[in-house]
């Protein structure tokens, strides 16, 4: 078994407010290579604690992998301690320099001295270029391990490592994950309909996560279990059915725009309680404008029947957290914008605004199409940011029985 | 100085999909009292790992918290390898039997004798009462060293921690903590301007934490440093002035919700590239329809002119992504919201949609007030998700600066 050992660098991962999170992306990314992270460090911007840290993780694992520390300032020590530790020179990389020079120039600025540092590598060691910052990783074999040194911000860390680091990794038997997304089920109930699966597995692993309306369902297998992962994949589709949204890592919002286009439709959204959300999550997928046409949000009852014609003695009757209204919103977005589909999310996110009859959690969706418009009341729980994102998760799973 | 060490035990801390946060609580306390947390050690349910990870704290810290591994199961190996590790023998403690078995019998269930294993208590040290579950915690010092072992589950370790391990704790003076915020500079320059203040600071500690988009300055000082911190601030805040946006951890839109509410005012929000991104930010704020009127999300060219009452030939002329076009789009949702405020974004998030002369990153953000509409060009870096981000912050500071 080849171990790894992930070291997070960075004083404010050290502070009351910060938690590392590249090491779980790391983690997911050598786990698929067979190769399983034993140990994970954390310390501040300190010469000597990274020094230390290094000897320790010489000392258990084979593959160490270090985030952060890499950028200009003289709180940047990674590269610094890696040579103090393996008492080796840092030389000048003439070329690395001349190309964080050329990043600085085509955003129109100067590079700084600081900058200067950036282009400095251990010696023996192959830079890793960065396309979404200046700090370069660092690749190095020392003593039978690997080291890797990337930069700290997840957005270049996780490019870097898929394009330049991944490849150079020493590797194990693979292990497969299948993994299955269910949308509006709870994890208990979730886990008991999969007993009969589970209960019997030989070499497959079987996790389950929950986070606020999403469950997934986890099953790794190593190689030599490939034909045990494909049956008992059959039998998690047999019984979850449509409740599955999902296998591996798409998310509600990209399924649901993939089937938008391959139907050639187009939806509009109109939203209260979740205030963007809805429309944020589905321009987050890059080309939704192919599907995506519009969204309103309406805090105000007069935007409500300015915006989306919802009559106010409508809202008069019902209140704005309402069937009809969510109905009428529906309509009023689809018509506006001339769409196939009206979706539509009007509730109460709290913390405040509940009343005994309307509590807080309350929410009504409603979908409208050239035939119909249909509105489901659903009551969550949590937060005001889990309440508003379950509203539109379950916006979007209607859309997508929908479009099934 | 104290120096700390919280070594978080359990493997599923080290999959892919958990984070530790016992750590965060703890380090929060700890700072209070003056003790600084030098590392943080992730371990597995392992002897050989846990006595590993035990004797590296013993070389680099002074306090060592251990979350996690008491329970009753074969993988709750905590006691064990402090046992193993500074070579003490584990003793059965009568009193703490009759109090687990007290417990199981309260909800009406008999000991499992796996239970047992948690009255056995490390030779010399006290057991910590655990109020909330049947783990007892375990304190013991040796060779000058203060050890606490705690639950994993944050429910057991917070009370248990607060009541019976803090007041065990050898303190030392406490430490204070200045944040300052700054919304729209790079981490490079912010760090330059400061050096004037942060290259002649004596007991102050500086720290720079960089995210997209948003710069997160640090002091922390001694008690005894109280004056200098004050000084250092202030020096701070002469150098950045208006370019922080907050003081301690307000979010950027909390503040703009806070200056708005101040004045009366509401705003109202046409976004075409984060596509409801920053009517979402704005309405994450509890309270938000005090100053929130509505948010119009319009991909389409058609939807800028019909809801926005964008000129079609404006937008042929110029294009969508474009000065005029933002200019049009602000004044168009202020009159459109009667509000006071019209705040709109227009731009290219990527990773397509890019030309030579209108290049990804391209966002052009107007603002619309009674008087007169300003519109600011942008270039903003990174992936499609940090363009977006990169463009409500700045909407938003636009907006905060016009507050001010």
């Given at each position: 078994m080849i171990r790894a050992e992930i070291i997070a660098i960075g004083s404010e991962l050290l502070s009351p407010f910060r938690s590392d999170t590249n090491s779980l992306y790391l983690t997911r990314s050598l786990e698929e290579q067979g190769i399983r992270v034993v140990a994970k460090t954390i310390v501040g911007d300190d010469l000597d604690s990274l020094v230390f840290a290094l000897g320790t993780a010489f000392q258990r694992s084979d593959v160490i992998l270090c985030s952060g520390g890499?950028?200009?300032?003289?709180?940047?020590l990674t590269r610094d301690a890696l040579c103090a530790f393996l008492k080796i020179p840092m030389n000048l990389d003439a070329q690395l320099l001349a190309g964080i020079e050329e990043r600085f120039r085509n955003f129109g600025r100067k590079m700084p001295e600081s900058n200067r540092k950036q282009a400095m590598v251990p010696q023996g060691a192959i830079s890793l270029p960065n396309h979404h910052g200046s700090a370069p990783g660092v690749y190095l074999e020392a003593s039978g391990k690997q080291i890797f040194l990337l930069p700290g911000p997840p957005f270049e860390l996780e490019p870097m490592w898929e394009k330049y680091g991944l490849p150079l990794l020493r590797k194990e038997q693979a292990y497969q994950r299948k993994v299955f997304r269910i949308g509006m089920l709870p994890e208990s109930q979730v886990d008991e309909m999969l007993k009969p699966v589970t209960s019997s597995l030989r070499d497959v692993q079987y996790t389950i996560l929950a986070a606020p309306s999403e469950i997934e369902v986890h099953l790794l297998a190593p190689e030599n279990a490939a034909d045990e992962l494909i049956s008992a994949s059959a039998e998690v589709r047999a019984i979850l059915g449509n409740w599955i949204y999902a296998e591996d890592l798409e998310t509600m919002e990209a399924l649901v725009g993939r089937l938008l286009k391959q139907r050639g439709s187009r939806v509009a959204v109109a939203e209260s309680c979740t205030g963007g959300l809805l429309a944020e999550r589905i321009t987050n997928i890059a080309g939704s404008s192919e599907y995506f046409d519009c969204g309103i949000v309406t805090y105000s009852n007069e935007a409500k029947a300015k915006l989306l014609n919802v009559p106010p003695d409508l809202i008069q009757s019902f209140g704005a957290v309402s069937e009809p209204v969510a109905k009428s919103m529906a309509e009023g977005v689809r018509e506006l914008a001339n769409a196939d589909y009206g979706l539509s999310i009007t509730g109460i996110a709290g913390p405040d605004g509940g009343t005994e009859e309307k509590p807080v959690g309350l929410v009504f969706i409603g979908l409208s199409d050239e035939k119909a418009t249909l509105v489901k009341e659903y009551r969550f729980i949590g937060s005001r940011a889990r309440i508003r994102f379950s509203s539109t998760q379950a916006a979007l799973n209607l859309l997508r029985l929908k479009l099934l």
């Open positions: 890499l950028g200009p300032t003289i709180d940047d």
